[in-house]
């Protein structure tokens, strides 16, 4: 009788739990409190240098804000309504000041309710403009800096589909935007239209690597309707109002005028469509115009994408990075592969670049030819010029110094991508007499800013550069004590100006302007800190091995007033996200700082801290695969040997009780935490939100893994947790937003592996996020989701 009733009272327990009727919850004082703070503004500094804008915006979205209008078209979530990207992250607010100045101005006349994108300095830095969406539409803004006062210059029916709606005239006086057409199709409503014909796609038998994309094309009215949405024509509008049409209807993806500012460079994208690539894989036409919308020359058309060769070094055959080049009125710089584009083909030459003088009767010109994978250009001056070169398997990346005048280099860096300790810097930039930025170049030197990066913590610094003798001194180095500092800018290099950052564990960033040379600081702003119950709280980067040899590091955090010398033993909580590496050295080396300020959000489990937790954040979970081993090969005993080793070096610590133990990660990182608590019995309980965790799902490669599922199916198959849901039995809280769209973690692949672990009689609990993506960003989601996580934890380990 008694077993009868147990049998009984399960079903009915089961029954009862399945789901949940429950509304947004918020979580424990403690966390809300650092959860409901006002965000500090933004800051940009205009291109002279002289003003400073601040941008305001709520801290975050609301649900109503997600809930608006959207169809999802072509890789693109729009609203149709407002003609923009159902994306966009909007400001509310704007203040200026001058570099020097003492206060913050509010900008005046904004417009009611403002919602705020696409901010852009005019070329001579007198003006600021901006895109306000209403419910009717988008339309565009101007501040004037010296008076801080804003006026709209066009009414709400500009195109954002596509993103920004509008370009600067070199002069200052014009704007190019994209407007929607006069005349325009009506939105198809696809869940009422009665198709005339099933969908059909073909394949050529040609074989192709391209992976799984969200909200594709589905049917002609999907077509239709993208079509419709995205098309715009250009118009030029000057700061009164006034607006003379340039050119006619199109998908109007890119635009950008030479830096003499006589010409336009205009992409448009062509039909046939695809249902099986987003929007920038479909056929493309690039023609130069003059500014009348005058043509000029089709400079470039690209076919429909659909077939890519394998490997994250193959490209599409065809020009390629076709842009202007900085330091010349009107030439355009371009790319074309000499191998096919395909990574796998034994070649001397991989791409060569070539030039084009406008206005392009004459046939382009070869510059040089590279051995690897053409990454982009910085150019300087007739010259001097940077070429950046990559190749994936081998992580190699090269810097030449070309002179483009005699089409000769000399190789100026080659390193391991990923080796963070031995980077040169990026080099300095400024405006040239186009307004075009282009490498700063003073007595044949240019000049490097470094990150700073060493195994003995982080310097930043600014390095000179002999362009003849190819010979660096080091100018500057950051000597901050007990902060940390990043270089952001450089203002003048004569005058030995640069804006920095500056910041503590407890001190939020700053900026200031500081004189190299005589060391002086003016700070430019004051921000507070807006968590000031983490201000006693500990936190130490810690160093430790894995068992293999592999250095590894996090970032410790104890409870404020915790006793270091009694050692009560707390449960610990450990934030992580897998990365791949070919070579050892690289993969122990770490860029964290315990200067850096400690700034808690949804994105880890910092705020646990103040609950009486430890917290391992940004915990090092390298896998490595040197020589022909791919990382992969091993990952899952890798992945254990790094939960093994971050447990192992806080306990040898004395702070934490080894049985309670619990683990997280968001995208990769759910994929990992799914699959330490498939493998090992290192955690009490695991949190994983928003991950993949059926490898078959995305058979053409994830992450770093170029193989496809038929080169490795028992790599794809071990590595998958839907594939072990078995071997799962440790308390797992799943979240995932409902309306994801990041290639291969769809939404689906969540629910199924919930039903998996659920029928499998495995603890685990579910959480839909109602129209989160990828990111969760309303405050009704992002709150309830530290709720659920604190009760979890509460429950599974805590109190274990």
């Known amino acids: 009788m008694r077993i009868l009733f147990s049998f009984l009272l399960t079903c009915l327990l089961f029954a009862t739990y399945g789901q949940e009727s429950i509304t947004f919850q918020k979580p424990s004082p403690e966390i809300l ?23 305001y915006r709520t801290t975050y979205k609301s649900l109503e804000d997600l809930n608006q209008d959207e169809v ?61 969406t209403s419910a009717n539409g988008v339309g565009l803004w101007v501040v004037d800096l010296q008076s801080a006062t804003a006026r709209a210059i066009t009414k709400d029916d500009l195109n954002a589909s596509m993103g920004s709606p509008y370009e600067w005239y070199k002069n200052s006086a014009y704007l190019l935007i994209n407007k929607l057409p006069g005349t325009r199709a009506k939105i198809i409503d696809t869940t009422k239209d009665i198709p005339l014909g099933p969908t059909v796609s073909t394949s050529e038998g040609q074989v192709s690597q391209l992976r799984t994309y969200q909200d594709l094309l589905k049917n002609p009215q999907d077509e239709s309707n993208f079509e419709t949405l995205t098309q715009a024509e250009l118009y ?57 919308g005058k043509l000029v ?17 193959s490209t599409r055959t065809g020009k390629r990075s076709m842009s202007w080049r900085g330091d010349k009125p009107a030439t355009l710089v ?192 004051a921000f507070d800190n807006p968590f000031k119950s983490l201000e006693g709280v500990y936190k130490e980067v810690i160093h430790y091995k894995r068992k293999d040899g592999v250095k590894l590091s996090g970032t410790l955090y104890l409870p404020a007033g915790y006793d270091k010398t009694k050692k009560e033993k707390l449960p610990l909580l450990i934030w992580a996200y897998p990365t791949e590496y070919k070579d050892k050295n ?43 081993t791919e990382p992969n090969d091993t990952f899952i005993e890798q992945l254990l040997a790094n939960g093994e080793a971050a447990i192992n070096a806080v306990d040898s610590l004395g702070y934490i009780d080894r049985t309670k133990v619990g683990v997280g990660g968001h995208s990769y990182g759910a994929f990992m935490t799914a699959n330490l608590l498939t493998h090992s019995k290192l955690f009490a309980v695991g949190i994983a ?41 440790t308390p797992m809280l799943l979240i995932h937003g409902a309306a994801d769209n990041n290639p291969g973690t769809f939404t689906l692949q969540t629910e199924r592996y919930f039903q998996a672990l659920k029928n499998l009689g495995a603890p685990v609990r579910m959480v839909l996020l109602p129209f989160e993506a990828h990111g969760y960003a309303s405050e009704e989601n992002i709150l309830h989701t530290l709720w659920e996580q604190d009760q979890f934890l509460e429950k599974y380990l805590k109190d274990k």
């Open 33 to 55: 409190a650092l959860a409901s703070y006002q965000r500090p503004p933004s800051v940009a500094m205009s291109p002279d240098g002289n003003w400073v804008v601040f941008s």
């Open 72 to 132: 999802r078209l072509a890789g693109i979530r729009m609203n149709p309504t407002t003609n923009s990207a159902s994306t966009t992250v909007y400001l509310n607010n704007l203040k200026v000041k001058r570099r020097d100045g003492q206060e913050e101005i509010q900008v005046k006349d904004l417009p009611p309710h403002a919602k705020i994108a696409h901010l852009s300095f005019s070329p001579d830095s007198k003006k600021l403009t901006f895109t306000h």
């Open 236 to 292: 030029r509008v000057d700061l009164e109002g006034e607006q003379s049409k340039i050119l006619d209807k199109a998908i109007y993806s890119q635009r950008s005028f030479s830096p003499d500012g006589n010409y336009l460079l205009i992409t448009t994208i062509k039909k046939p469509f695809s249902y099986v690539v987003p929007f920038h894989y479909f056929p493309q036409q690039t023609t130069v115009y003059d500014l009348t």
């Open 297 to 313: 020359k089709v400079v470039n058309e690209t076919p429909l994408i659909e077939v890519m060769p394998k490997g994250f070094s």
């Open 334 to 525: 371009y790319v074309e592969a000499l191998d096919g584009g395909d990574a796998s083909r034994k070649v001397d030459w991989r791409d060569e670049i070539f030039t084009w003088d406008a206005p392009f009767a004459a046939d382009a010109k070869s510059l040089y030819k590279v051995a690897d994978r053409y990454a982009g250009a910085v150019w300087g001056d007739a010259y001097h010029a940077l070429i950046y070169t990559q190749w994936y398997d081998t992580r190699n990346e090269k810097i030449f110094l070309l002179n483009p005048s005699v089409n000769s280099a000399k190789l100026l860096s080659e390193r391991n991508s990923q080796d963070v300790y031995s980077h040169p810097g990026n080099v300095y930039t400024t405006r040239n007499e186009f307004g075009s930025l282009v490498m700063a170049i003073h007595n044949n030197k240019s000049f490097w800013i470094g990150d700073g990066y060493t195994k003995d913590g982080q310097f930043p610094f600014i390095d000179a550069l002999d362009m003849n003798k190819l010979a660096k001194t080091r100018v500057y180095t950051s000597d901050v004590k007990g902060k940390k500092e990043d270089i952001v800018r450089v203002l003048d290099i004569k005058k030995g100006e640069i804006l920095v950052s500056i910041q503590s564990p407890a001190a939020y960033p700053n900026y200031f302007i500081k004189n190299i040379k005589s060391k002086k600081t003016i700070a430019v702003t």
């Open 586 to 628: 690289t993969a122990g080396q770490t860029t964290a700082s315990p200067y850096e300020f400690t700034y808690p959000s949804y994105g880890s489990f910092v705020y646990w801290v103040t609950k009486g937790y430890a917290v391992l954040d940004d915990a090092a979970f390298p896998i490595i695969g040197e020589g022909d």
């Open 689 to 729: 939100r928003s991950g993949a965790y059926n490898r078959t799902l995305t058979p053409f490669g994830f992450q770093r893994e170029q193989r496809n599922y038929w080169d490795v199916p028992d790599v794809y198959n071990k590595m998958s947790p839907f594939m072990n849901a078995d071997k799962m039995k």
